[in-house]
């Protein structure tokens, strides 16, 4: 089985360029998610998606961030305009499906290392 | 507030040597996941062990172990033995069942390296 994969693995931009970030979950999986971590920081969430809906968008920075799950597969997130603080590691994390107060474990893609100059 | 706090920033040891990795927790959630990840050098997270609050045996595989500890909101990791391949960050995380996302609260990781 296929673990989560994400496009790119670098990406290097000139702030106020746009990026756009892919994530594609293991294949099943109704809950997608969205972390990033900045350097020196912690891993931070951003957004929850289950199937196609946001559930939880909570974590997104600002409305520079917008994510996407098109027909509750892959998600892309987008930023435009990119600013220097948004460099980082952005990770995508799948987990099974919505089983109520249960918690499923996340699975991580590699992450994408976006920088911005 | 949920917090996950790892002291340990960097851990040096030379290979078989035991480490143990600390991670403590806070919630004021009845019923929590703890989980913890190693990320090698090559990037990716890799899931180790997730463990619910309501169970607190404390578990082994092969060479890792992990102590639970309700009463001090500790989840603490040990490698025995440990190898140069051990060498990564490892992140402890808490998710909380009351947040319908279930997303993880990371801590801030621990670096460890293992010197042949």
């Known amino acids: 089985e296929a673990g989560v994969t994400q496009f790119p693995s670098h990406s290097v931009i000139e702030k106020g360029q746009t990026v756009t970030l892919r994530c594609d979950p293991i294949s099943g999986h109704d809950n997608l998610y969205w972390y990033r971590r900045v350097m020196g920081k912690e891993i931070k969430f951003l957004l929850h998606f289950v199937k196609e809906s946001k559930q939880d968008e909570s974590g997104m920075p600002n409305n520079r961030f917008l994510a996407e799950r098109t027909g509750g597969t892959y998600s892309t997130l987008k930023v435009q305009p990119a600013e220097l603080e948004d460099s980082g590691v952005y990770f995508c994390?799948?987990?099974?499906?919505?089983?109520?107060?249960?918690?499923?474990?996340?699975?991580f893609g590699p992450g994408t290392r976006l920088t911005v100059l | 507030a949920q917090k996950v706090t790892q002291a340990q920033t960097e851990i040096s040891v030379v290979e078989k040597e035991d480490v143990t990795l600390d991670c403590v927790y806070e919630t004021r959630d009845t019923t929590y996941y703890l989980f913890w990840y190693k990320q090698p050098p090559s990037g990716e997270l890799v899931f180790l062990i997730r463990r619910n609050s309501f169970d607190e045996q404390n578990e082994i595989s092969g060479r890792y172990s992990w102590n639970f500890q309700k009463s001090t909101s500790s989840f603490n990791f040990t490698i025995t033995a440990s190898q140069v391949v051990d060498s990564a960050v490892y992140f402890c995380?808490?998710?909380?069942?009351?947040?319908?996302?279930?997303?993880?609260?990371f801590g801030s990781g621990t670096r460890l390296l293992v010197r042949p």
């Open positions: 994390a799948s987990s099974p499906r919505d089983r109520g107060r249960i918690a499923d474990t996340q699975y």
């Open positions: 995380a808490l998710s909380e069942a009351r947040d319908s996302s279930y997303k993880l609260i």
